[in-house]
């Protein structure tokens, strides 16, 4: 479709004498393209807009890209050549460039110590569509787990054990599915062992003298409390490979205490001239930087000398800095002014000059419920797909159009649309009856009209690379509109590489489904004239091809049959 915006508006700049932008023309609901420039022109040449844009469109003739010109309201309005669109269409098949940029992905890294809940996968889904989407837009990416096995709450559970807890049998009971499993054990202690950590001074002395020890650099204590963060890690990468997350790389943050890293930090630090030390610890007075906070610094070091969450942050980024071209993190809305104390200490006190971004999404709220992993309230992402699964069993039995594969593919990627669906920085309430939606604005909506090509295609009984003779003339209106919008699938990819928006992708592929829904209804395939078939069999391919390929982007199966 960029080829046509460009088109069109070096045409349109030619007409009027100024300049104008592909992003200019807008959508318009008498042509495929509208544009404003004779409204932006008329107030300097004291002229109507309306004379003005009927001068302008009777300059324009049709060609190669453009179809009509009109002017209608003081709009320029556009209608793109259609035989030429559906030859592009058809013959299309470019591959994006390589742009040479590599790009450092971290994301997920769920705290070890339980299963990845619901309210978690977000983070995840988000990180590994952005993933997919970056790839596809030309760029290298290396996506990168930050393993948190160490700090308070790996110690907890790592005094725990070491005292012989036993696990919380109603808990095992509550989760007797996945009892067994190396994270849910963890988590059957973690409970029991947070409890205690508030209510039994002695064991909370124990747990701290044990982080300064590790932090210290005894190796002991520090492979006592890494074990249960890897042992818990082993059981919640089950549940990705589930959701068919992959992770190039697994960074612990162990690491940066054992090789001095966090050390060489805190050197640095100090030797600032905005550094900061009282009773509450040693930071940075980042005030001068827009970031107030309560105690007048932004903490690094608690007073008994151990190390915080930032400072082992901003080691861990120092070294990702030197593997890529751009950092990109995945952060919940909680921790928007973490990551200004981090890029601010990296900038200002570091001299870090390379990008370093964020996206920041809001948490899911299942059906309006709050969990919390401390008291035992979770809602396991395990369960989430397990309920997915079985609903979608039931549909599929209902409608007889697949088996239990079918089922795995329509109930895990209905989870995963709904959730990516919606911008990062918006709310989610997840419910089941918008989730599994076979007509609406859901996954399964979209995977149907996969399966549906499919048939048609198997139906039709021709090899696609056999056919020669096409008419590329369209009439129909919902046949221009499928082609429009399988137009659009690049650009949109492009812009959701750009801004980072793999919900751009989901809401895309609703408005193709949408499309090809209004050409099954009115545009008869099968049946059609020979050159008006092979057309339209060719569009029922590349919109087969298109559904596909976006849905890889969401990291969603495209079921062939249902």
Request: glycine share 8%; with cysteine.
């Amino acid at each position: 479709m960029r080829q046509f915006r460009e088109h069109i508006t070096g045409v349109l700049a030619q007409a009027c004498g100024v300049s104008v932008s592909p992003e200019e023309l807008k959508e318009s609901p008498v042509a495929d393209f509208g544009s404003p420039i004779a409204f932006q022109m008329a107030k300097a040449l004291r002229r109507n807009p309306k004379e003005l844009s009927d001068e302008i469109a009777a300059r324009i003739k049709p060609d190669r890209y453009i179809g009509e010109v009109s002017s209608e309201g003081g709009y320029v309005n556009f209608t793109i050549n259609y035989p030429e669109a559906c030859r592009m269409l058809i013959n299309d098949s470019r591959k994006p460039k390589r742009k040479g940029v590599r790009i450092l992905l971290e994301h997920t890294s769920v705290n070890p110590t339980g299963p990845v809940h619901v309210g978690r996968i977000r983070n995840t889904l988000i990180g590994d569509c952005l993933r997919r989407v970056l790839f596809y837009g030309g760029y290298d990416v290396d996506t990168h787990y930050y393993v948190n096995d160490i700090g308070k709450q790996v110690a907890i559970i790592a005094s725990g054990l070491a005292d012989g807890m036993l696990p919380d049998e109603q808990l095992k009971s509550k989760y007797a599915s996945y009892a067994a499993r190396e994270d849910y054990e963890v988590f059957f202690t973690y409970v029991g062992a947070n409890k205690r950590f508030e209510e039994d001074e002695a064991f909370a002395a124990k747990v701290q003298s044990m982080i300064k020890a590790a932090e210290s650099g005894d190796d002991k204590t520090l492979r006592m409390i890494t074990s249960s963060a890897e042992r818990c890690l082993r059981g919640q990468l089950k549940t990705f490979t589930r959701l068919g997350v992959h992770f190039d790389v697994f960074d612990y943050e162990s690491a940066l205490i054992r090789d001095g890293s966090v050390d060489e930090v805190m050197i640095k630090v100090r030797a600032h001239p905005k550094f900061v030390k009282n009773e509450v610890g040693e930071g940075l007075d980042l005030s001068g930087y827009g970031i107030e906070k309560r105690g007048g610094m932004s903490v690094l070091a608690r007073s008994d000398g151990t190390s915080v969450y930032l400072a082992r942050d901003v080691a861990y980024h120092l070294k990702k800095v030197s593997l890529a071209d751009r950092l990109i993190n995945v952060l919940g809305e909680d921790h928007k002014v973490e990551f200004q104390e981090l890029k601010t200490i990296l900038s200002e006190v570091f001299g870090v000059k390379k990008s370093l971004e964020a996206v920041h999404f809001s948490f899911v709220n299942f059906e309006g419920v709050k969990f919390s992993t401390r008291r035992g309230e979770i809602a396991s992402a395990d369960e989430l797909l397990d309920e997915a699964v079985a609903k979608a069993q039931e549909e599929v039995k209902k409608r007889e159009i697949g088996d239990e594969l079918t089922a795995q593919a329509v109930g895990i990627g209905a989870v995963k649309f709904h959730i990516i669906k919606t911008t990062p920085n918006k709310q989610i309430t997840f419910r089941w009856n918008d989730a599994l939606n076979f007509e609406g604005d859901s996954g399964p909506y979209v995977q149907y009209a996969h399966a549906r090509s499919c048939r048609i295609l198997e139906k039709a009984g021709v090899s696609l690379d056999s056919i020669k003779s096409v008419d590329h003339v369209v009439n129909e209106p919902e046949e221009k509109k499928l082609v429009l919008k399988l137009l659009q699938f690049e650009d949109v990819a492009e812009t959701a590489a750009n801004q980072l928006r793999p919900d751009l992708v989901a809401a895309y592929l609703l408005d193709l489904t949408a499309a090809y829904g209004g050409f099954y209804m009115k545009c008869p395939v099968l049946d059609a004239e020979e050159k008006v078939r092979n057309r339209r069999l060719l569009l029922v391919a590349k919109t087969r091809h298109t559904i596909k390929t976006g849905l890889d982007l969401l990291g969603i199966e495209a079921p062939e049959r249902m």
